[in-house]
């Protein structure tokens, strides 16, 4: 199955359910949402995003969060500076930043 596929499939739920009653909502939280807005939302995700398989979907880590993001320090200017890396591409980063290859602190 793919990711188009499964927005898809929601849609075609939502349908179902504002068939039966046009004014349908589903509550999420304090929020009730239309059902016409939720698919309307799935509509525009399903349109963005591109066509692979769901198994080929992985986590993305914020460096902050990740095993591989580990402070380097050197001297510049006859001060210690400190830097944050990545260990798999040693290049600095944003605490920010992330990937599709990281390891969440914690095994998560």
Not at 6 to 33: M, N, T
Not at 63 to 69: A, E, G, I, L, S
Not at 74 to 96: A, E, F, M, W
């Amino acid at each position: 199955m793919n990711l188009k596929d499964v927005f898809q499939i929601c849609c075609d739920i939502c349908d179902k359910h504002i068939e039966k009653s046009p004014k349908a909502c589903i509550r999420y939280g304090d929020d009730l949402i239309k059902y016409t807005d939720l698919r309307a939302e799935l509509e525009t995700i399903k349109d963005w995003c591109y066509p692979m398989e769901t198994k080929e979907l992985r986590k993305c880590i914020f460096c902050k969060n990740c095993t591989h993001y580990k402070p380097y320090t050197h001297i510049q200017g006859g001060s210690k500076v400190t830097v944050y890396r990545c260990d798999l591409d040693n290049l600095p980063k944003q605490p920010n930043h992330y990937c599709g290859y990281g390891i969440e602190k914690g095994g998560k």
